[in-house]
């Protein structure tokens, strides 16, 4: 399963202060991230899909934000407190605010 590290602050509807939070870290792909395609979801404050991150790396939501406890638990506790955070299955990092890693 391919991880990806992320370099730059990802775009998307969360506070500018809890996307500079994601920078730094390393997280895993979802393994079928090349058989899901160009996947995009609604914003996770319910507006369209943010276009920066469509295509990009999906990752699991749950295991994204405990990671992002691990540096951040105020930047987790903002996600903890979205009242439909258990429907977003996934994620997604757009390739340009990413890195692959080993």
């Not at 990806?4 to 979802?30: F, M, N, T, Y």
């Not at 749950?62 to 996600?79: G, M, N, T, V």
Request: aromatic share 10%.
């Amino acid at each position: 399963m391919p991880n990806i590290k992320i370099i730059a602050v990802p775009s998307g509807e969360a506070p500018l202060e809890v996307r500079e939070q994601w920078v730094g870290l390393v997280l895993p792909v979802d393994p079928s991230y090349e058989a899901l395609g160009r996947i995009g979801f609604i914003g996770v404050l319910g507006g369209p899909p943010d276009q920066e991150n469509m295509g990009g790396y999906p990752v699991k939501t749950q295991e994204a934000i405990r990671l992002l406890e691990e540096k951040s638990p105020e930047a987790a506790r903002w996600w903890r407190s979205l009242p439909h955070l258990n429907f977003l299955d996934y994620l997604v990092f757009g390739r340009k605010f990413c890195e692959l890693v080993p």
